[in-house]
């Protein structure tokens, strides 16, 4: 189970002893925190020695920034994908809510590291994610104002509103559990008909 579900979140990652130190990781960070967390507990989480983790990942650091550039890679990518397709600005919108909040509820644990650990990155790192970041504003906001060039949305700020359209999506991750009772798709629908009546479209 563990290899399918590394294999899974990180498909591009290699050799599987570096995707399961990256769940492995996640785990712990989101059980202690990133600051209480040792690398002698990620190895171990993983089922190898402190030793073994050193020769995929030069450190902690290092591990907290692969697993949040691959959550923020696989974020932008979504949102491209749609932001691609033909479509309205109103449609391009709801599809890019439904898909960024069933993300974030699908991979909660993940999405929570990836969301919540920023700080704790170096900055070159930190500032690599924050680009990624900013890029998935830039295209939320270039919607939006395509939405309300077309008359489909009434927004003040754009970029404000971008923010808000995402901060909504990102916060999924720090109450989401699957106990939760609703599937990350039918929650993504929801998401989707509240932000379209916050711009100001009908749902």
Do not use: C
Not at 4 to 23: F, G, K, N
Not at 64 to 93: C, M, N, W, Y
Not at 118 to 126: D, G, I, R, S, V
Not at 137 to 159: K, W
Request: proline share 3%; net charge neutral.
């Amino acid at each position: 189970m563990t290899t399918t579900l590394s294999a899974e979140l990180w498909p591009d990652v290699q050799p599987e002893a570096a995707r399961r130190l990256m769940l492995a990781a996640v785990e712990s960070f989101a059980e202690r925190g990133y600051h209480a967390t040792t690398t002698r507990d990620i190895a171990g989480a993983a089922g190898m020695s402190p030793a073994a983790l050193y020769v995929h990942f030069p450190s902690k650091a290092a591990l907290l920034f692969a697993i949040s550039q691959s959550g923020h890679e696989q974020t932008l990518a979504l949102v491209e994908s749609v932001v691609e397709r033909d479509g309205t600005p109103r449609e391009k919108l709801r599809s890019i809510v439904e898909d960024f909040v069933a993300w974030h509820a699908r991979r909660h644990t993940v999405a929570r590291v990836v969301q919540y650990e920023l700080q704790a990155l170096p900055a070159n790192e930190y500032a690599v994610v924050t680009d990624l970041r900013r890029r998935i504003e830039n295209h939320v906001r270039d919607v939006i104002a395509a939405g309300v060039e077309d008359g489909s949305f009434t927004v003040g700020d754009l970029r404000t509103a971008a923010r808000a359209v995402l901060s909504l999506g990102v916060d999924v991750a720090r109450w989401y559990s699957d106990r939760v009772g609703k599937t990350p798709k039918a929650l993504g629908r929801e998401y989707a008909d509240l932000v379209l009546r916050m711009l100001g479209a009908t749902v």
